[in-house]
C-alpha cells in the first residue's frame, strides 16, 4: 500500500486513489484541450507519471477497468482526460464504490463491486485493465500466496479483448545478490519508543521484529547487525528483498502498522514477462522505475546497498511497469535471437569505407537499399491532437545481443510502435510515394488525405549508419473504428496493427520509459509546435539549474546550429576492412506464449565490433542572467556528407558504451568524466533526461540514453564545444539535422517550461 506525500514533494498515490479529498471536484467543467492540459498540470507528480506510464498503450477509445479504484479519484482523473474512453472503477468494498458513485460522476464513468482476482466482466469484453499498486494486495492478503496473483491474471485476461492491453504498476524483487550489507543512520533518532521517533537504524529492528511475509511466515526477519565502516551508520546483513522491503516503507510512519501487513514485492521482473508471455501476453514493455523524487529526497545518503565484498548496489527501484497486449490464440509474443554470425560481405546491407582527406582517418558506413520514409497521420477531434502509429510492429533487431543489458534495465518484445515506415526508391515521387505507403500500410485512400505536410530531414545514427530521414506529417480524415486491417507485409505472422494515439501523451510515456521510437517522439514535437499547442507539463527529472557568470570570451549564437559547410571526406570505397563496425546477420526466432516457434527470419544488423549497443548522450547545459545556453559540438560525417554535400554536423556529444556498463546508475559519473575530458569542462549535476530510445531499430539494437549535464562555464571560452541560447534552439527546429540533438534539444525545451 502506498501513501499520499508530505507537502514537501510528490509520492505515489494508495492503488487507484490520488488521496485528494472530493469537495466540488467532480462539478468541474473542462472543455477543449487546453483545459485538459491545464487539469493535467494540476495534478500531483506522481499522479501524472501514473498517467504518463500506463495510458499511452490504451487505446484511444474502448472500454477500461481501473483495479482496486479505492476512492474513485484516480479513475476520476483518467476519464476527465480521456473522453473518448469508458472508464469502470472496480474495487471489493462497497462503501467504497458508493462514495466513488457521489463524488465523482462524468459520463464515460462508472463504478463496480468486485474482486479484482476474480472475474468481474464478461469474457473478451474489455479493452483495457490497470492495476496500478493493487497486485500484492491479492498475494499480501491470501497469505503471501503468488499463485493468487497468477490466478488473477489468467481471469484478467479472459476478460481482455484479443488487442486489449493490461497494465501493472507495482513493485518489483530487486535483481542482484541474494544477501546484501544495508548501511541505515542510527544516530537520526530515538533508539525506542514510538516509530515515529525511531532513528532508521532502530526502525529496521522493530520492522524485522514485526513484519511477516513469504521470506518469515513464521517468525522475525533473519539479519545479523554489524559494525558499518560509515560514521553514524548501523550495518545489516539481510537479504536483499527485506532490504527493498525496508527502504520502501521507511518513511511512511504515520501509517507503520498498516504497512506491516503487506508484502509488496512478489515476483521478479523475468517472473512478470514468463507469467504474462504464458497468458498469450505481448510484452509492449517491462521496465523498473525509480521515482527521482523518492530517490532525491529519501534514497540518496539515507542508507547504503552493498554486496556482500562490499561493492555499492543501485537503490532497488521504487515502482515497476509491465503493459502486455493480448495476442489472438497461437500469436506471437516476442522475437528473439537464436543464433547468427559476423558478414564480412553482407547481403542486404551496404557497405562503405570514408577516408578523412586531413587525417586519413578511415570510417566505416552501412546503409539500407534506398531511401528512408517515415509518415505520421494526425487529425483534429474536439480539441485534441491524435496521431496514428504502428503498434506492434516486429522489429526483431531491437532484440538482438541481449548479452548486452540495457542499463535501465528495460525489457521489450520486439514489437514496438513507430511512424508508417517504409524504404522507397529514389525515384519515385515524393507524394506519390507518400499516398501509396499510407494506402498499403494503414488504409488510407487518397480521398481520406486532407494535407501532405514538407518533408523534415535528420540523421538517425550518421556514426555508423547512412541514413537520413524524410519525414512528413499527414492530416488526415479519422479512420473508422472498423476499418479493416491492412496486409502482413512482413516475413513474421502480423505486422500490428495502425491505432490513434493522443500526440501529448505519446511524449509524456517517452519521457518516462514508457515508448522508445525516437523518430515518432521527433514528429510528434513537430507537429505540436506547427499546431501551436502547448506541450503540457514535464514528466521526467526536474533541471535546477544555478545561475553562473560567463568568462571573457564566452560567445553563443544560432550560428552554432549550422557548421561552416566542408567537404571533410574522400570518395567512398566499397572496399575496406570493418575493424570499429561489425555487421551480424542474425536468426530471429518468432513464439508464442507456449514457447513454439512461429517463424524464423534472417536479419542483418550493424553494431560496434569491440563496445556496447549502448550510447550516452549529453546535453552540455548553463545558466546566466541571460537565460539557458546548451552546448554543441561540430562533427565531421560522412553519412552527411553523403546527403548534403557537406560533412559537417550540430550535435550533442555522444559516446559508445563499454559492455562492462550495465547499470543506468554509473552514467552519471560517466558523462562528467566524458566532458571534462574532451570538452575541459566540469560537470556540476546531471539529469536523466527523459527515457532511453531507439533511433533506428531497422538496422542497429542502438538503444540511447540522452543526459542533461550542467556544465561550469568558467573554461567555456576555451572549450571546442559551440553554445546556443535555448531560444535559438527552439525557434530554429528546421536547422538541427541530428535525430541526437532534436530528441535532447525537444526534451530541455520541454522540462524547461519553454
Known amino acids: 500500500m502506498e501513501v499520499p506525500a508530505p507537502a514537501a514533494g510528490p509520492e505515489l498515490e494508495t492503488g487507484g486513489d490520488g488521496g485528494a479529498g472530493a469537495g466540488g471536484y467532480g462539478k468541474q467543467h473542462r472543455g477543449g484541450a487546453a483545459a485538459y492540459e491545464a487539469y493535467f498540470a494540476g495534478m500531483d507528480a506522481s499522479v501524472q507519471q501514473k498517467i504518463a506510464l500506463t495510458t499511452a498503450h490504451f487505446p484511444a477509445r474502448g472500454r477500461i477497468a481501473d483495479m482496486g479504484s479505492g476512492s474513485g479519484r484516480g479513475t476520476y482523473d483518467l476519464a476527465c482526460l480521456y473522453g473518448g474512453l469508458e472508464l469502470v472503477g472496480v474495487d471489493i468494498n462497497p462503501v467504497s464504490v458508493r462514495m466513488s458513485e457521489a463524488h465523482y460522476r462524468r459520463p464515460n464513468l462508472s463504478y463496480a463491486v468486485g474482486d479484482i482476482a476474480d472475474q468481474v466482466f464478461p469474457d473478451e469484453s474489455l479493452d483495457g485493465i490497470l492495476d496500478s499498486s493493487v497486485l500484492h494486495h491479492v498475494s499480501s492478503f491470501n497469505g503471501f500466496d503468488v499463485g493468487r496473483v497468477l490466478a488473477a491474471l489468467d481471469n484478467q485476461v479472459a476478460q481482455l479483448k484479443t488487442g486489449g492491453v493490461i497494465i501493472v504498476r507495482d513493485f518489483v524483487v530487486p535483481e542482484g545478490p541474494e544477501e546484501v550489507f544495508l548501511d541505515l543512520p542510527s544516530g537520526d533518532g530515538m533508539q525506542e519508543g514510538d516509530v515515529a521517533g525511531l532513528s532508521t537504524a532502530a526502525l529496521f529492528e522493530r520492522f524485522a521484529r514485526d513484519w511477516r511475509s513469504s521470506l518469515n511466515r513464521g517468525g522475525p526477519l533473519p539479519h545479523e547487525r554489524l559494525e558499518s565502516p560509515r560514521e553514524g551508520f548501523a550495518r545489516y546483513r539481510v537479504a536483499s528483498r527485506a532490504a527493498a522491503e525496508f527502504v520502501l516503507r521507511k518513511d511512511y510512519r504515520a501509517d507503520w502498522d498498516t504497512e506491516l501487513l ?175 505507403i499510407l494506402a498499403e500500410r494503414a488504409g488510407f485512400a487518397p480521398g481520406d488525405v486532407v494535407r501532405l505536410g514538407e518533408p523534415f530531414h535528420y540523421f538517425t545514427s550518421p556514426g555508423g549508419v547512412n541514413e537520413r530521414v524524410a519525414a512528413r506529417l499527414v492530416q488526415v480524415r ?235 562555464l568558467a573554461a567555456a571560452a576555451e572549450s571546442p564545444l559551440r553554445f546556443v541560447h535555448v531560444d535559438d534552439l527552439a525557434a530554429n527546429p528546421g536547422a538541427i539535422e541530428s535525430a541526437n540533438l532534436l530528441i535532447a534539444a525537444n526534451r530541455l525545451i520541454h522540462a524547461l517550461g519553454r
Not at 504474462?276 to 529519501?298: C, D, E, H, K, Q
Not at 505520421?376 to 543489458?405: C, D, H, M, S, T
Not at 514528429?523 to 539549474?545: F, M, Q, T
Request: hydrophobic share 40%; glycine share 8%; charged share 20%.
Open 262 to 436: 503487506e508484502e509488496y514485492t512478489y515476483l521478479s521482473q523475468a517472473e512478470f514477462e514468463a507469467a504474462f508471455r504464458a497468458r498469450g501476453l505481448r510484452v509492449v514493455v517491462s521496465a523498473p522505475i525509480w521515482n527521482p523524487w523518492i530517490v532525491a529526497n529519501r534514497f540518496e545518503g539515507r542508507f547504503h546497498l552493498s554486496d556482500l565484498d562490499g561493492r555499492p548496489l543501485p537503490p532497488p527501484p521504487t515502482n515497476y511497469l509491465i503493459v502486455g497486449e493480448k495476442v489472438r490464440p497461437g500469436g506471437g509474443v516476442e522475437l528473439v535471437e537464436t543464433g547468427g554470425s559476423d558478414r564480412s560481405a553482407p547481403g542486404f546491407l551496404g557497405l562503405t569505407w570514408h577516408r578523412e582527406t586531413r587525417t586519413g582517418h578511415v570510417m566505416e558506413l552501412v546503409e539500407r537499399p534506398n531511401l528512408t520514409v517515415d509518415l505520421v497521420p494526425w487529425f483534429e477531434e474536439n480539441g485534441q491532437l491524435f496521431v496514428y502509429a504502428k503498434k506492434g510492429f516486429p522489429r526483431p533487431i531491437a532484440n538482438a545481443r541481449a548479452e548486452q543489458p540495457r542499463p535501465s534495465r528495460s525489457s521489450i518484445s520486439g514489437y514496438i510502435t513507430e511512424p508508417l515506415s517504409a524504404i522507397v526508391v529514389p525515384d519515385e515521387a515524393p507524394d506519390a510515394a507518400a499516398l501509396r
Open 478 to 712: 479519422p479512420r473508422p473504428a472498423d476499418a479493416p486491417p491492412f496486409s502482413n507485409y512482413t516475413s513474421f505472422c502480423e505486422a500490428g496493427t495502425v491505432r490513434e494515439l493522443d500526440a501529448a501523451q505519446v511524449l509524456r510515456a517517452c519521457h518516462v520509459g514508457g515508448m522508445f521510437d525516437a523518430r515518432l517522439e521527433i514528429s510528434v514535437y513537430r507537429l505540436l509546435r506547427e499546431r501551436g499547442r502547448g506541450l503540457g507539463p514535464w514528466i521526467g527529472a526536474a533541471l535546477d539549474l544555478e545561475v553562473q557568470t560567463p568568462p571573457p570570451g564566452f560567445a553563443a549564437g544560432a550560428a552554432a546550429l549550422v557548421p561552416e559547410r566542408r567537404a571533410a571526406f574522400d570518395a567512398p570505397s566499397t572496399d575496406g576492412t570493418l575493424r570499429f563496425l561489425a555487421v551480424r546477420e542474425g536468426i530471429f526466432a518468432e513464439r508464442d506464449g507456449a514457447g513454439n516457434v512461429l517463424a524464423t527470419v534472417p536479419f542483418e544488423y550493424v553494431v560496434p565490433r569491440r563496445l556496447s549497443v549502448n550510447t550516452l548522450v549529453a546535453l552540455p547545459v548553463a545558466r546566466t542572467a541571460d537565460g539557458v545556453f546548451v552546448g554543441v559540438e561540430h562533427r565531421d560525417l560522412p553519412a552527411v556528407q553523403h546527403f548534403t554535400g557537406s560533412s559537417a554536423l550540430a550535435a550533442p556529444p555522444a559516446w559508445r558504451l563499454p559492455p562492462t556498463v550495465a547499470h543506468r546508475w554509473e552514467l552519471g559519473p560517466l558523462v562528467a568524466e566524458a566532458v571534462a575530458r574532451e570538452f575541459g569542462l566540469r560537470v556540476r549535476r546531471s539529469w536523466e533526461l527523459g527515457g532511453p530510445y531507439l533511433a533506428t531499430p531497422g538496422v542497429t539494437p542502438e538503444t540511447l540514453y540522452p543526459f542533461a549535464a550542467e556544465v561550469d
